[in-house]
């Protein structure tokens, strides 16, 4: 059926490292791809999307990739600061499905002063 | 631009008694979503609207659980009775047109504990 995961629930990093967080979906039909980070207390909040059509997607210190051919995304944060500390969801969406984005489970990225 | 606005914040309650949730999603946003959050999982999606009519209640357990949008604005969520499993976040989320590949912007929701 269909299903987000993430490979690593917790994620470690010094500041000023870069960070590559993971996300694997099972369903090939999936056409577009948000990336959200919630702090404690939070809502998600939006990073990044992504469409099938492409495969690279950058913003300000974030990169997202998508590897359809593995159903694999990514999300880069260069320079990692304390303030990214949070707990980072993929979502999926496919054509037809109205806008439901379905959720992975999450990871926690603590950065190390 | 103002984001989505939930309220409240916080509420605790008893098995069996009735809540309500309320969402005001950012102006011009056609498409509103409810999501339930529990503890160390995603959002899961329980109900989405159009202006006010519904696109998808296939997850809401609609033997408890009702939602409305009557003027296609403003969203009240009611869970009655509640049980212990519905304690979580519920988020409230909006998102321009029909909502297909556009971002959702979500508030910072309703965390409901049920005693």
């Known amino acids: 059926g269909e299903s987000v995961g993430l490979h690593l629930p917790t994620l470690s990093v010094q500041e000023g490292d870069n960070s590559i967080i993971n996300c694997a979906y099972s369903?090939?039909?999936?056409?577009?791809f948000i990336w959200y980070k919630q702090e404690s207390g939070k809502g998600p909040q939006f990073i990044i999307d992504?469409?099938?059509?492409?495969d690279k997607r950058q913003g300000q210190r974030v990169t997202v990739l998508l590897n359809k051919t593995v159903k694999h995304l990514s999300l880069q944060i260069a320079a990692t600061q304390p303030g990214d500390s949070a707990v980072y969801f993929c979502?999926?969406?496919?054509?037809?499905?109205?806008?439901?984005?379905?959720f992975g489970q999450g990871t926690e990225l603590s950065v190390k002063p | 631009e103002a984001g989505v606005a939930q309220s409240p914040r916080y509420k605790i309650i008893e098995k069996r008694q009735s809540v309500a949730f309320w969402c005001n999603p950012i102006?011009?946003?056609?498409?509103l979503y409810w999501y339930q959050q529990i503890l160390g999982q995603g959002p899961k999606l329980l109900i989405q609207?159009?202006?006010?009519?519904?696109?998808?209640d296939s997850q809401l357990p609609k033997d408890r659980f009702s939602a409305e949008r009557l003027k296609g604005v403003d969203s009240t969520l009611k869970i009655q009775p509640a049980k212990l499993e519905d304690s979580a976040v519920y988020l409230c989320?909006?998102?321009f047109g029909t909502g297909e590949h556009q971002p959702q912007h979500f508030g910072d929701g309703t965390r409901l504990s049920i005693l």
């Open positions: 989320a909006s998102s």
């Open positions: 369903n090939s039909a999936s056409d577009y």
């Open positions: 992504i469409r099938s059509n492409m």
């Open positions: 979502a999926e969406n496919f054509y037809g499905q109205g806008g439901k984005l379905i």
């Open positions: 102006s011009g946003h056609a498409t």
């Open positions: 609207f159009q202006n006010n009519g519904v696109v998808d």
